[in-house]
């Protein structure tokens, strides 16, 4: 270890002014506070002599570079109390000469001298310039409300003011000459990692950190402001930071942000935070498909009155009461919000169906029934409720929100404590729809479906030439459901399948029977729905059907609609070609109806076109629909396909259709759908 050199005289026994200031006690901390503003040397030694620290003045004296007397030996005997003069031999050679004196002192738990050294006072008037600076230096840095802290490069703590310590609750004393205090889990996050960025060239000016701790644990919110130090060579000497102390002011923002999309009494989101969220999840819905999406608008029935004999002070807390046992009630992807006074509104996101508005509607109603408690007070509470579905009340947000306002108002005009859509069939036909597929789904089991049987008679003979099967469902509570209201709903669901199918076998078999009845040979007319027609197995089915019941193919006539032929040319037609193998014949069912080209008759195997009834009904009103029908038989005749009008109501159209070419006739003029021994009389 590198021995200082100092020589010593032994008669001088005068005081350190600077030093001695602080009353002749002096502990660790104070060295260090005091040490850099000094002009005298003050130097702490340790028991064996080794250097512990030394400030700026003794640094100067000794012509030290910052920092490099640490860890040296002092070299002179220290008697505790004297005042020694001595004589300090410099790395130049020249001598300087400094009156000491050394004073006992507690440095981390460690005895050692506080050495102090008074030089001459030539060489203290040289530094009187830069000792007022450092006076406004110390100033600035005591009293600063930021909290100060400087380091070395290698990232030691130096400086921390009293706001440093004040603000993390580290002491000077635990800082200096250590790392910064790790004020987060996460180094990035911490000051080591703006420290590390600001010595990287980083500009940190008044950045604002995460969430930082205090030494105590506590949150403390920082704003920083970092500055590079250069020392006397122009090297990076350093950093300086400056930190603020923001929390209070953050936490008054977040405030505010609450206060803005927040409803203060109950703390739901508030009408226009509900707004936005209804419009953010339609912004994610349209980008996926349109699954329904449902508002709920609920108004407490005659809050007034309740307000008025429970206080305003009481209305608030039913309020919150309210507020709570909705959310309470609702699913976790449900929102809800307090939209006005004593109006609530739910976002369902997660739906399937606008049935689902009714049951969570109903849940709520629930909910409500049970009194709120208030004051010793029971209360009774009942809510309206509006119902807007999307898409079909509104594609906005706030359109949505409305229709919901309106069947709200719906809702308490007719008494309160209820539900209502904005579209009021859109709750029947929910209702009904679902009713509907639940009770198909048994209907075959049960025995519930039965056929009747249409004649179509030729228009030349007047002769029965063939029947339609027409399925009808006997619901065990609406009685007879006509296929007009099931048919679309077995289609959606997939039930068609199972269904035609029944309808095929029944058909074939029903022919049968006839047949051996000894009843002149019929042709059975059979309708196909899309959903069936391109079933995987439909044309094996057919072939089933026929087999099972041994009817020759030529007497089964598969009706199919228009725009199931359009649909898919391509596939279409190698699918009629398949059937056709079979034998069966192939008509269109509704012919005019599917906005098609004419081209595609020629290419498909098709046998019969018939004439739609809406073409039918129009006969006698007007010319065009005559002009229509009677182009229909032209066109018939020219590709060789037979001509079926049905809907035959009366006696003019039946005259028209005569005069024009047009080969069988269908309609309640001549028959209604009959049940099968109706039709046996018929024949005979
Ligand atoms: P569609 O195949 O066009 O059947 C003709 C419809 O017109 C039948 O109604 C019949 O009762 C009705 N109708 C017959 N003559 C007249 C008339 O003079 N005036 C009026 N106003 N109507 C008349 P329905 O039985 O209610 O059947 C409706 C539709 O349901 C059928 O139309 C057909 O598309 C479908 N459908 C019926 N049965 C089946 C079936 O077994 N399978 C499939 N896939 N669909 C079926
Ligand atoms: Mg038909
Ligand atoms: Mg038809």
Same mark, same amino acid.
């Not at 035609?500 to 047949?515: I, K, N, S, T």
């Not at 959903?531 to 094996?540: E, I, P, T, V």
């Given at each position: 270890?590198?021995?200082?050199?100092? @020589?010593?005289?032994?008669?001088?026994?005068?005081?350190?002014?600077?030093?001695?200031?602080?009353? /002749?006690?002096?502990?660790?901390?104070?060295?260090?506070?005091?040490?850099?503003?000094?002009?005298?040397?003050?130097?702490?030694?340790?028991?064996?002599?080794?250097?512990?620290?030394?400030? @700026?003045?003794?640094?100067?004296?000794?012509?030290?570079?910052?920092?490099?007397?640490?860890?040296?030996?002092?070299?002179?005997?220290?008697?505790?109390?004297?005042?020694?003069?001595?004589?300090?031999?410099?790395?130049?050679?020249?001598?300087?000469?400094?009156?000491?004196?050394?004073?006992?002192?507690?440095?981390?738990?460690?005895?050692?001298?506080?050495?102090?050294?008074?030089?001459?006072?030539?060489?203290?008037?040289?530094?009187?310039?830069?000792?007022?600076?450092?006076?406004?230096?110390?100033?600035?840095?005591?009293?600063?409300?930021?909290?100060?802290?400087?380091?070395?490069?290698?990232?030691?703590?130096?400086?921390?003011?009293?706001?440093?310590?004040?603000?993390?609750?580290?002491?000077?004393?635990?800082?200096?000459?250590?790392?910064?205090?790790?004020?987060?889990?996460?180094?990035?996050?911490?000051?080591?990692?703006?420290?590390?960025?600001?010595?990287?060239?980083?500009?940190?000016?008044?950045?604002?950190?995460?969430?930082?701790?205090?030494?105590?644990?506590?949150?403390?919110?920082?704003?920083?402001?970092?500055?590079?130090?250069?020392?006397?060579?122009?090297?990076?000497?350093?950093?300086?930071?400056?930190?603020?102390?923001?929390?209070?002011?953050?936490?008054?923002?977040?405030?505010?942000?609450?206060?803005? /999309?927040? #409803?203060?009494?109950?703390?739901?989101?508030?009408?226009?935070?509900?707004?936005?969220?209804?419009?953010?999840?339609?912004?994610?819905?349209?980008?996926?498909?349109?699954?329904?999406?449902?508002?709920?608008?609920?108004?407490?029935?005659?809050?007034?009155?309740?307000?008025?004999?429970?206080?305003?002070?009481?209305?608030?807390?039913?309020?919150?009461?309210?507020?709570?046992?909705?959310?309470?009630?609702?699913?976790?992807?449900?929102?809800?919000?307090?939209?006005?006074?004593?109006?609530?509104?739910?976002?369902?996101?997660?739906?399937?169906?606008?049935? #689902?508005?009714?049951?969570?509607?109903?849940?709520?109603?629930?909910?409500?029934?049970?009194?709120?408690?208030?004051?010793?007070?029971?209360?009774?509470?009942?809510?309206?409720?509006?119902?807007?579905?999307?898409?079909?009340?509104?594609?906005?947000?706030?359109?949505?929100?409305?229709?919901?306002?309106?069947?709200?108002?719906?809702?308490?005009?007719?008494?309160?404590?209820?539900?209502?859509?904005?579209?009021?069939?859109?709750?029947?036909?929910?209702?009904?729809?679902?009713?509907?597929?639940?009770?198909?789904?048994?209907?075959?089991?049960?025995?519930?479906?039965?056929?009747?049987?249409?004649?179509?008679?030729?228009?030349?003979?007047?002769?029965?030439?063939?029947?339609?099967?027409?399925?009808?469902?006997?619901?065990?509570?609406?009685?007879?459901?006509?296929?007009?209201?099931?048919?679309?709903?077995?289609?959606?669901?997939?039930?068609?399948?199972?269904?035609?199918?029944?309808?095929?076998?029944?058909?074939?078999?029903?022919?049968?029977?006839?047949?051996?009845?000894?009843?002149?040979?019929?042709?059975?007319?059979?309708?196909?729905?899309?959903?069936?027609?391109?079933?995987?197995?439909?044309?094996?089915?057919?072939?089933?059907?026929?087999?099972?019941? @041994?009817?020759?193919?030529?007497?089964?006539?598969?009706?199919?609609?228009?725009?199931?032929?359009?649909?898919?040319?391509?596939?279409?037609?190698?699918?009629?070609?398949?059937?056709?193998?079979?034998?069966?014949?192939?008509?269109?069912?509704?012919?005019?109806?599917?906005?098609? @080209?004419?081209?595609?008759?020629?290419?498909?195997?098709?046998?019969?076109?018939?004439?739609?009834?809406?073409?039918?009904?129009?006969?006698?009103?007007?010319?065009?629909?005559?002009?229509?029908?009677?182009?229909?038989?032209?066109?018939?005749?020219?590709?060789?396909?037979?001509?079926?009008?049905?809907?035959?109501?009366?006696?003019?159209?039946?005259?028209?259709?005569?005069?024009?070419?047009?080969?069988?006739?269908?309609?309640?003029?001549?028959?209604?759908?009959?049940?099968?021994?109706?039709?046996?009389?018929?024949?005979?």
């Amino acid at each position: 270890m590198e021995k200082l050199t100092v @020589g010593c005289r032994l008669d001088d026994r005068s005081s350190f002014p600077a030093v001695a200031d602080t009353g /002749g006690r002096y502990d660790a901390e104070d060295c260090v506070r005091h040490g850099e503003r000094v002009d005298d040397g003050v130097v702490v030694v340790a028991g064996d002599g080794c250097i512990l620290y030394a400030n @700026g003045a003794a640094e100067d004296l000794f012509l030290a570079e910052s920092g490099s007397l640490s860890g040296r030996l002092f070299g002179h005997p220290l008697v505790a109390g004297d005042s020694t003069e001595i004589e300090i031999v410099r790395p130049d050679r020249r001598k300087a000469t400094a009156k000491m004196r050394a004073i006992p002192v507690e440095w981390e738990g460690r005895a050692a001298q506080l050495v102090l050294l008074h030089a001459s006072g030539e060489r203290r008037r040289a530094r009187e310039p830069q000792r007022r600076s450092g006076e406004l230096l110390h100033a600035l840095v005591a009293y600063s409300p930021l909290a100060i802290v400087a380091t070395d490069p290698s990232g030691r703590v130096s400086l921390w003011n009293r706001a440093a310590a004040d603000m993390l609750g580290w002491s000077e004393l635990e800082t200096i000459g250590n790392g910064l205090p790790a004020t987060a889990d996460d180094p990035e996050e911490s000051l080591v990692g703006v420290w590390a960025q600001a010595m990287h060239g980083e500009e940190v000016r008044g950045r604002e950190l995460p969430e930082q701790r205090r030494r105590d644990g506590q949150a403390i919110a920082l704003q920083v402001w970092a500055a590079q130090m250069n020392d006397a060579a122009g090297l990076p000497g350093g950093l300086v930071l400056m930190l603020g102390d923001v929390t209070q002011r953050r936490r008054v923002e977040a405030h505010l942000r609450r206060l803005v /999309g927040h #409803d203060a009494l109950t703390g739901l989101p508030n009408r226009r935070q509900f707004r936005k969220q209804v419009e953010r999840t339609l912004n994610k819905l349209s980008r996926r498909d349109a699954q329904p999406l449902l508002v709920l608008q609920l108004g407490v029935d005659r809050f007034k009155n309740i307000n008025k004999s429970i206080g305003h002070g009481g209305g608030d807390r039913l309020l919150q009461a309210l507020a709570r046992r909705l959310a309470g009630a609702l699913d976790e992807t449900d929102l809800v919000a307090r939209t006005g006074g004593d109006e609530f509104a739910v976002l369902l996101r997660d739906t399937h169906h606008p049935h #689902d508005g009714v049951r969570v509607a109903n849940k709520l109603l629930q909910h409500l029934a049970t009194p709120f408690e208030l004051d010793g007070q029971e209360i009774f509470v009942t809510v309206s409720i509006g119902i807007a579905v999307y898409p079909h009340d509104g594609r906005k947000a706030a359109d949505l929100i409305h229709a919901a306002d309106d069947a709200m108002d719906r809702a308490k005009q007719q008494g309160g404590n209820g539900c209502q859509f904005f579209t009021p069939d859109i709750d029947s036909d929910a209702r009904e729809q679902l009713a509907l597929e639940n009770g198909l789904r048994h209907a075959l089991e049960r025995n519930e479906l039965f056929l009747d049987y249409q004649p179509q008679y030729d228009l030349k003979s007047g002769r029965l030439a063939g029947v339609e099967a027409l399925v009808r469902w006997r619901h065990p509570e609406q009685g007879i459901v006509s296929p007009g209201s099931f048919i679309p709903v077995a289609e959606g669901s997939g039930l068609i399948v199972p269904i035609g199918a029944w309808v095929l076998h029944e058909a074939c078999r029903q022919l049968r029977a006839w047949d051996a009845a000894g009843l002149p040979p019929l042709r059975m007319a059979v309708n196909v729905s899309a959903r069936q027609f391109f079933a995987d197995g439909f044309k094996a089915e057919v072939k089933q059907a026929l087999r099972a019941s @041994g009817v020759a193919p030529a007497r089964l006539e598969l009706e199919l609609t228009e725009s199931l032929l359009v649909r898919n040319a391509a596939g279409v037609i190698d699918l009629l070609h398949g059937l056709k193998a079979l034998g069966v014949r192939l008509s269109i069912d509704d012919f005019g109806t599917g906005y098609s @080209g004419l081209s595609y008759l020629v290419d498909l195997p098709i046998d019969t076109l018939k004439i739609d009834q809406s073409f039918v009904r129009r006969l006698a009103e007007n010319q065009r629909y005559r002009a229509i029908v009677a182009a229909i038989g032209e066109l018939a005749q020219g590709l060789d396909l037979k001509v079926i009008a049905e809907g035959v109501e009366t006696a003019s159209q039946l005259e028209y259709l005569r005069s024009v070419r047009c080969d069988e006739v269908q309609g309640f003029l001549l028959a209604r759908p009959l049940a099968p021994d109706e039709v046996a009389r018929l024949l005979r």
